[in-house]
């Protein structure tokens, strides 16, 4: 049985709040690790909290770090998902999955760290932003941020301007919480269901 929306539970996820934005838009996900199964989902939502090092470890201990990159269906990295799909991370010098063809970097020492609370993102550019409004205000928790490349569909500014948002093929990354970012996240949850 093919299964509609996956998360993917690899103990650095902050999955019990992503499952309930999801459901609260009448869809039932499936939380998992199992290869087999997120390779047959029809979505697939990749979260992460917590740090570069010890995430990319429990993802190689679950066997998925080269099943993930490899994946066809739409892929949403969220937060920390989104950087380790990133070609590197500062944090824990770690070598990302390569998906985006970027760096992620730390903040300048110039700004508090982490990041903490709401901020607008700007420059929307893909069907993932779709009926949001520019400079709509999204909620970010991060100590190091992806700079502007090829692949940013949407940016943020804080202490200069970085990347809330990459896109490469079917994988979406976004460096904000939408579950935590009221009726504009849950409207792009929505979105994310209807590509």
Request: with cysteine; glycine share 8%; net charge neutral.
């Amino acid at each position: 049985m093919k299964e509609e929306i996956v998360i993917i539970d690899y103990g650095a996820g902050n999955v019990k709040s992503l499952e309930f934005a999801f459901n609260r838009l009448g869809k039932e996900v499936v939380v998992t690790n199992n290869p087999a199964i997120i390779k047959n989902a029809e979505k697939v939502i990749f979260p992460g909290v917590g740090h570069a090092g010890s995430a990319m470890q429990k993802l190689k201990e679950a066997s998925l770090q080269t099943l993930i990159p490899n994946l066809k269906q739409p892929v949403l990295g969220i937060c920390l998902g989104m950087q380790l799909l990133c070609s590197k991370t500062a944090e824990d010098d770690v070598k990302g999955l390569g998906v985006f063809d970027v760096e992620v970097k730390r903040f300048t020492p110039e700004v508090k760290v982490p990041q903490m609370g709401w901020n607008t993102v700007s420059n929307l550019k893909s069907p993932l932003f779709k009926k949001i409004e520019e400079n709509s205000y999204m909620y970010l928790v991060h100590s190091y941020y992806a700079p502007i490349c090829k692949q940013t569909i949407a940016s943020s500014e804080y202490g200069g301007v970085y990347s809330t948002a990459l896109q490469n093929e079917n994988f979406y990354g976004v460096q904000f919480h939408p579950e935590k970012s009221g009726k504009v996240g849950a409207q792009l949850v929505q979105n994310f269901i209807d590509l």
